[in-house]
């Protein structure tokens, strides 16, 4: 059996992308997780506990993120939480995903699909 390669995993369901995408900046734990994809998406997607860690838990089996040993102080933390972080794969695998939604994207652009509202707001995003 071949190693998996991050097109081999592609397309990512929204929680799966959204998850990876907080994870980019560091480790977080299931409730930073949910807080993030929240704020990314303007509060569109709201992940429960029970989409997010059966999400964890599938992206644990597909080694797209892996359980962070480190600890902040516990005298900061609840020594409860469990930290995840992005794989090298997880981050290849997001970049993949980035990449082709960006096409469609452009594609969707160049069929003139979005108003001047959208494309402005669009435009305006760093």
Known sequence: MRAKTPQDLLP?????????????????HGYAIMQEVAADTGGSLQLGPGTLYGCLKRMLSARLVEES??????????????????????????????????SAVSAARAKRLFSRKTIALVGTRH
């Open 69 to 102: 040993d480190e600890r902040p102080d516990p005298d900061l933390d609840d020594e409860r939480r469990r930290y995840y972080r992005i794989t090298d794969l997880g981050a290849g695998t997001l970049r993949a995903e980035a990449e082709r939604l960006a």
């Open 12 to 28: 990512l369901t929204p929680p799966v992308f959204h998850i990876l995408l907080a994870l980019s900046e560091g480790e977080r």
